[in-house]
């Protein structure tokens, strides 16, 4: 998840290797901007605003692994607006990337290198309209 001005926030999941970005599903009547929300501050430690849903993506048209069965991954830009960055219960890592440092452990079955670039393009330019499959 970019979060404008600080770069892209990446976590490791407690008992993964790999990295990936908060993230989770939705709780019952909860919307997807409250989710997000909650998983960046379970996970990361951080107050954030939505600024943006910029993509829509079915998982199994952007070339993760092959998985039992479909999901839908929604991708928002986020501003933060307080808290502290550190990991949580459900993380063992959190740090902020650069768009030319993303990193090489990341957990391909959750996120793809094109998939983070284009979320740089996002933050970048609030005027791109939001990708879908």
């Known amino acids: 998840m970019p ?3 600080r ?5 490791k999941p407690a008992m993964r290797r790999r990295k990936s970005m908060p993230g989770g599903w939705a709780d019952v009547n909860q ?12 996970e990361a430690g951080l107050e ?9 993506y079915d998982r199994t048209r952007q070339g ?6 479909s999901v839908y991954r929604l991708f ?5 607006v307080g808290g502290a960055l550190n990991s949580g219960l ?18 391909v079955e959750r996120i793809l290198p094109h998939q983070i670039r284009r979320m740089f393009e996002h ?6 309209p939001t990708d879908f499959d």
């Not at 919307?31 to 379970?42: A, D, F, K, N």
């Not at 928002?76 to 933060?80: G, K, L």
């Not at 459900?90 to 957990?107: H, M, Q």
């Open 3 to 5: 979060v404008a001005s």
């Open 7 to 11: 770069g892209y926030l990446l976590n």
């Open 31 to 42: 919307s997807p901007s409250e989710s997000v929300i909650r998983e960046v501050r379970e």
């Open 48 to 56: 954030v605003t939505v600024r943006k849903l910029a993509a829509v």
């Open 64 to 69: 993760h692994p092959p998985h039992p069965f």
């Open 76 to 80: 928002f830009i986020c501003d933060v």
């Open 90 to 107: 459900e993380t063992s890592e959190v740090a902020f990337f650069g768009e030319n440092e993303i990193p090489k452990d990341l957990s």
């Open 123 to 128: 933050a970048r330019n609030k005027n791109l």
